[in-house]
């Protein structure tokens, strides 16, 4: 046991693959894996989560934790969720192209994007040329992982090359093998019916790429000078073949034998063995081919078995065969080679002490790819990463100052219809136009940001305002939500969300803008539109709209329609607030979601406007409380992950995390500041502030300091490197914000300029 005592941290592993009783390689690759760990460390906690292709068409042993429907994302999802709580300190993945769904297999990347445990992979199969979908699926895994196990020298390299892979980070583990003695053939060949026969064996899933047509043409020249000789095929039509043409494969090879003459030499088993009985027919057999035509496949558990039980072999010269069978430890042909197969198989059974050396070669070989050899490789590299695991360095306050407003990222991804939602990277994507709910916080972030050219704020403030005017479809009385490119709308009504959104623009628009010709516009569409508030349902809706009432009621002070969305929606808050409730949920609804701080924040503001100090105690009341859900146990703001929305009365979930809940929660500390005067809410808005600077879960800044902008949110492998522009607004509102409240103890720093 002195590799368990050497790596005592691992505890708990996570692993993911096929399982048997699934059909294929890597199913018997994933459960010799599990056993070989069991094993050799029965006091570690092996989780395994099997890949499913058919859900309900398995029966899994009890080793399997969990099956994972193989083309459902949410399984994906929940899959992750219980890794994540189960404890597992770290999840090694099995990773084979057409065994994880989506392309090229990326519905394994939303697993990998939400757990934060450290990841080995091993690869099985490793790519000269990608397609474009391969390579972003493995660069991604490559990523994520913090090591990864290929089992040929050939797949080290090509990771190199091709992936741009540090070398220290790939682990080079041959494929594990069973542990059976060497043994004369004569001894099980009764078993078969083999007697007096001289047996050459392919085995695997039946495909065209196997090269056994290459062999049947062999056959005539070898039976010619081995009568006795009999060429044995062992293994069921691969799955996917059969679902397209049935047993057409296998009836064109009995044709080809029976055209060449050798069809008395030619026995198909069509089964999926177990493995015991598979290292049966290994034994059985006196030569071992694998005449595979494909020369960049890395591995191969069959020829790894068959070197293992010490079979002499003859193969093409694939990577994997072209490695294990080195010097002098198998013999190597030409693809497609049928004389030098029958050159080659002629000599080995014609000369038996030739043979019987060259399978005492490979099985002192297979001596290294035991199985225990295999699972305490593993366990020593997983050891290691482990061992690798960075420290979290909690920022102070004074290392990260605030960022002075600024709007040259906004620009980017505006022009002279409005801002556009998306950006690939940094650069905007009109594939998805417009919509509403941007261009009325762009129309905000006009009014609020200080120190900007009078020239510039009106060319934009006019620019998002009309694409708020015309977004208003009068007839039927509501607000348009997405707009195409081209500037035709994609929809006649939008959402509530975005509707309340455009009343909240108007309302701070009336009050906040620095033109008069823009409050005027903005009191006059308040007017023609807000009343759309009482009609609308969401929480959230109500919330936005209150937001923009009681700017409204500021700016207009008596405003009778604003003292009613104010008042109305309040209350109903409050009454909200009351039925989802329990001792330890004080909150609005039974679950949580987006912008989760508006809604306190409505009540604050609200109180503030009307006097009513029950709005505002519940406000700081329900602010406390969301704000404690937002804090991870190292004290940083944790924004409330996109996977935790709607999941009753359940404590948020790490990730996604989006920079719109870091602005939500400032300008509701802010409200919070100014209703109660209380010093506390400037330190939460300064904390939630810091998450985009780097104060967070992953050390990593959020905010692109040199042009104002922002990338659209933390996963566990690191930034959603995309800038949309709600992320971009939410940095910038939020720097508006939280410069008015620390101006007095904070320098308020920008690209390469200091404002006092």
């Not at 056959?219 to 069921?236: C, D, I, T």
């Not at 566990?716 to 940095?731: M, V």
Request: charged share 25%; glycine share 6%.
């Amino acid at each position: 046991m002195a590799a368990q005592q050497k790596f005592p941290a691992l505890r708990h592993l996570a692993l993911i693959g096929n399982f048997l009783p699934r059909k294929c390689g890597i199913a018997t690759y994933t459960t010799d894996t599990y056993n070989a760990l069991k094993d050799r460390f029965p006091d570690l906690k092996v989780d395994v989560y099997a890949m499913d292709d058919h859900p309900g068409r398995y029966d899994y042993p009890a080793a399997v934790t969990r099956a994972i429907a193989q083309n459902d994302r949410t399984a994906y999802l929940d899959a992750a969720r219980e890794i994540e709580a189960s404890g597992a300190q770290a999840l090694w993945v099995q990773h084979e192209y057409g065994i994880y769904g989506g392309a090229a297999g990326d519905l394994l990347l939303a697993l990998l994007d939400r757990i934060t445990i450290p990841v080995i992979a091993t690869l099985h199969t490793i790519l000269e040329k990608p397609s474009v979908d391969e390579r972003r699926v493995m660069e991604a895994l490559l990523r994520r992982a913090s090591r990864v196990i290929v089992m040929a020298d050939k797949g080290r390299d090509i990771l190199k090359r091709v992936h741009g892979v540090d070398d220290a980070k790939v682990a080079t583990i041959p494929h594990g093998v069973p542990d059976r003695p060497l043994v004369d053939p004569a001894m099980l060949k009764p078993a078969f019916s083999w007697e007096g026969r001289q047996v050459i064996l392919t085995f695997g899933l039946l495909a065209p790429n196997k090269g056994i047509e290459a062999m049947i043409d062999a056959l005539p020249a070898v039976v010619a000078n081995h009568p006795n000789a009999l060429y044995v095929v062992l293994g069921a039509t691969h799955p996917n073949l059969v679902a397209h043409e049935g047993e057409a494969y296998r009836d064109r090879l009995k044709a080809l034998a029976a055209e060449r003459g050798v069809a008395g030499h030619l026995q198909f088993v069509d089964a999926f063995v177990e493995q015991e009985e598979l290292l049966d027919y290994l034994q059985a057999a006196d030569i071992y081919v694998t005449p595979y035509s494909n020369p960049a496949q890395i591995t191969s558990g069959t020829l790894s078995y068959a070197v293992g039980v010490g079979k002499a072999v003859i193969s093409t010269p694939y990577v994997h065969a072209t490695e294990i069978l080195s010097d002098d430890h198998g013999v190597l042909v030409d693809f497609g080679d049928s004389a030098a197969f029958a050159r080659e198989i002629d000599r080995l059974l014609t000369d038996g002490d030739a043979r019987a050396e060259l399978s005492a070669r490979a099985y002192a070989r297979g001596r290294t790819m035991l199985w225990p050899v295999l699972a305490e490789a593993a366990v020593a590299q997983i050891g290691e990463i482990l061992g690798k695991k960075p420290h979290r360095i909690v920022a102070t306050a004074t290392d990260l100052p605030v960022l002075a407003p600024d709007i040259a990222a906004v620009e980017r991804m505006s022009d002279s219809t409005g801002m556009l939602q998306h950006s690939i990277y940094s650069i905007p994507d009109r594939r998805h136009g417009y919509c509403i709910d941007d261009n009325a916080r762009a129309l905000i972030l006009m009014c609020r940001m200080p120190e900007l050219d009078q020239v510039v704020r009106d060319r934009w403030t006019s620019i998002y305002a009309s694409f708020v005017q015309h977004a208003w479809n009068a007839d039927l009385r509501r607000f348009r939500n997405f707009m195409n490119f081209d500037r035709s709308w994609c929809e006649d009504v939008g959402s509530e969300d975005s509707n309340g959104r455009a009343i909240w623009s108007l309302g701070v628009t009336a009050r906040d803008a620095k033109a008069q010709k823009h409050r005027d516009w903005a009191s006059a569409m308040f007017d023609q539109t807000a009343s759309i508030a009482l009609e609308l349902g969401s929480p959230r809706a109500h919330a936005f709209a209150m937001l923009g009432a009681a700017a409204m009621l500021e700016a207009h002070p008596g405003h009778a329609l604003s003292r009613q969305i104010l008042t109305r929606f309040g209350d109903e808050l409050i009454a909200l607030l009351d039925t989802a409730r329990r001792p330890e949920w004080k909150w609005f609804e039974i679950v949580l979601a987006y912008d989760n701080a508006r809604l306190p924040e409505a009540l604050l503001r609200a109180g503030r406007a009307l006097g009513r100090t029950d709005f505002v105690e519940v406000g700081v009341e329900t602010l406390e409380w969301i704000v404690s859900r937002q804090t991870s146990p190292e004290g940083r703001f944790r924004a409330v992950g996109s996977e935790s929305f709607n999941r009753p009365y359940q404590e948020p979930m790490q990730f996604d995390q989006q920079p719109l809940e870091a602005q939500a929660t400032i300008e509701a500390c802010e409200a919070a500041h100014d209703a109660t005067r209380d010093p506390r809410w400037v330190e939460e808005a300064v904390r939630a502030y810091r998450w985009y600077l780097g104060a967070n879960d992953l050390d990593l800044p959020l905010a692109t300091i040199q042009d104002g902008g922002c990338f659209d949110g933390l996963t566990p492998t690191g930034l959603n490197r995309n800038q949309g522009a709600e992320s971009i607004l939410a940095l910038q509102l939020a720097s508006c914000a939280i410069s008015g409240l620390s101006k007095a103890r904070t320098i308020v720093a920008g690209p390469e300029r200091v404002v006092a």
